[in-house]
């Protein structure tokens, strides 16, 4: 078996195990696509304040934070499926919280973002490690592709079924039965984890390695965490943003659905292309292109924002998105197997990552929930959108020498 999964790897093919991996991955995916998509719009109905959806945007990060954190040294000393288990269970139960709550869910947003956080903490940390056993260098660009593939699928179909179903029924009934589909898939994906092979413990956890890896003069860490610190500071605030623009603009769940099947149709040729054809030789060029492009369509928002300009926008991040995200996740997860010591501490790496993401995700919140206070005129967020929208660009400055090393 060992000898057939590494031809499999050589010849940058994917083995039954990964596989697996992209299908546990697809069913959270999916499962949070269908909601999570309208997550933002059901909160904005009823506060109309994009504060409150920030303060829970930022909670989820920081908790997310510190339960990778904390969960590493679960994933390393004792089980990592257990580990991801725990995170689909407890993204399931973030929806049946939110199904109990009902219209006084924004009472409660405290709550949901502690749990959202400790939900995605666990499922990402698990995943993670268990994505950088199963893969290698030769073939992690194709499982990327593939998970590329597999996310814009479900941002194409389940968004589109979502608002279907939310503007045919009446009140909160649409909600309702979304937020439960959600649950089961949530449960089916759990169920699916159990065919996957149980890993075991890789010795004792360092809870500290993330300081001592930044602390040495010239670190090669350094500017890699810089890098994703970058990244998280684009995903936090976009990832809550857009949606609920699209949904101001036109007053409809369905046009919002529209919207994701549009954008995630683009994004589906773009991640199939790139994960097939991306050599890492070509990394480099190809992050500085998508960045390039992931900040010039913000500017036809100081034209007016409109469904016209959002939609813009939305095909334009699809379609070289996957020039920025998988050279700058392929890269990371190839220096953290560069040696065998580093493999073995592989746990705290994929924690250093995401801490390094989530520091990023936090202060990208905590900008916008500041700069709203200070103001809410649309120039303002207009300038707020590019400043962090351009975050990427700082993300290939810092990781351009070790991708053109490649």
């Not at 292109?289 to 913000?298: E, K, N, Y």
């Not at 493999?343 to 989530?358: F, S």
Request: some cysteine; aromatic content about 14%; overall charge positive.
């Amino acid at each position: 078996m060992h000898n057939k999964r590494q031809s499999a790897h050589a010849g940058g093919q994917l083995d039954k195990q990964t596989l697996l991996l992209l299908a546990v991955n697809g069913l959270f995916i999916t499962a949070n696509a269908l909601s999570g998509t309208f997550l933002g719009v059901y909160l904005w109905k009823e506060s109309n304040d994009f504060i409150l959806l920030g303060w829970f945007t930022l909670l989820t990060h920081a908790f997310m934070a510190l339960t990778f954190w904390i969960a590493g040294n679960v994933a390393k000393e004792g089980n990592k499926m257990i580990v991801l288990r725990l995170g689909i269970g407890a993204s399931a139960s973030f929806y049946v919280l939110v199904l109990l709550f009902g219209k006084a869910a924004i009472q409660y947003v405290w709550l949901l973002g502690i749990v959202q956080g400790i939900a995605v903490g666990f499922f990402w940390l698990a995943f993670n490690v268990v994505y950088f056993e199963a893969t290698n260098a030769d073939n992690r660009d194709r499982f990327n592709g593939w998970s590329g593939v597999i996310g814009s699928v479900a941002g194409m179909v389940a968004p589109w079924c979502s608002g279907y179903l939310i503007s045919k029924m009446a009140g909160e009934s649409g909600y309702r039965v979304i937020f439960m589909i959600s649950f089961g898939l949530f449960l089916a994906g759990i169920g699916v984890s159990f065919l996957l092979q149980k890993r075991a413990a890789a010795g004792n956890y360092d809870w500290l390695l993330t300081v001592r890896a930044l602390r040495k003069p010239g670190a090669p860490w350094r500017p890699v965490v810089a890098a994703l610190v970058a990244q998280g500071l684009r995903e936090g605030v976009f990832g809550i943003v857009i949606g609920v623009l699209v949904y101001i603009q036109t007053g409809s769940e369905w046009k919002l659905g529209n919207f994701a099947l549009i954008t995630s149709a683009v994004g589906f040729a773009s991640f199939y292309a790139v994960g097939k054809w991306l050599k890492p030789a070509w990394r480099e060029k190809a992050m500085l292109v998508g960045t390039i492009v992931m900040t010039a369509v913000i500017v036809p928002f100081f034209f007016g924002v409109s469904f016209t300009t959002l939609l813009l926008f939305g095909i334009g991040v699809a379609l070289f998105i996957p020039l920025y995200t998988i050279p700058m996740t392929s890269a990371v997860f190839d220096m953290i197997g560069k040696d065998e010591e580093s493999a073995r501490q592989r746990v705290e790496y994929v924690v250093m990552r995401e801490l390094a993401l989530n520091a990023g995700r936090i202060a990208g919140m905590a900008i916008f929930i500041s700069t709203l206070y200070i103001s809410r005129a649309p120039v303002v967020i207009n300038w707020l959108l590019l400043l962090i929208g351009s975050a990427p660009m700082l993300s290939w400055y810092f990781m351009r020498r070790r991708l053109a090393a490649e």
